[in-house]
């Protein structure tokens, strides 16, 4: 099963920055959105082109809020993933995104907020932010991961451009 995990892409209105992703994601099984849409239109774009998960953002409207949950566990093969943006107060993001799964089972959680790109793991646990693919803010590069579950591994790669 092959994954394209993408978070803040803060984007108001279509000006062609998402064209590209039918060819960059055509082996994609499934793309996730941890949030931060920008407009409803970037999830209408996702579920015609792409078999989509995802979740609401703290900057994403009534809208969005309406059609997705803040938080979710989805299935990957063997693995349980839990996916939310990482929003709040207090801790770091990733230690808000840890904390928002602590009562579920899971072996991966995908979380956004801060566009900074992770693939880090905490207490057995695999931390997945891809950064933004459209807003990269402080980092040098865009980025988004790539993930590949199998029945017997899972590979987390980030791609920068």
């Not at 064209?19 to 941890?34: C, E, K, P, W, Y």
Request: aromatic fraction near 10%.
């Amino acid at each position: 099963m092959n994954i394209a995990v993408l978070s803040d892409t803060h984007l108001l209105k279509n000006t062609g920055q998402l064209d590209n992703l039918t060819t960059l994601f055509r082996d994609a099984d499934l793309v996730i959105h941890a949030g931060d849409y920008g407009g409803i239109w970037v999830i209408d774009y996702l579920q015609a082109n792409f078999n989509f998960a995802g979740v609401w953002g703290n900057t994403d409207d009534d809208a969005i809020k309406s059609r997705l949950p803040e938080k979710e566990v989805i299935t990957l093969g063997q693995y349980r993933a839990g996916v939310c943006h990482g929003h709040g107060t207090g801790k770091t993001t990733i230690e808000r995104a840890y904390t928002s799964f602590a009562s579920e089972q899971v072996d991966i959680i995908i979380f956004g907020h801060s566009h900074q790109p992770v693939i880090h793991t905490k207490n057995k646990v695999l931390m997945l932010n891809p950064g933004s693919m459209t807003s990269k803010r402080q980092e040098r590069w865009f980025s988004y991961i790539m993930l590949t579950v199998t029945s017997t591994s899972i590979k987390a790669q980030i791609m920068f451009f």
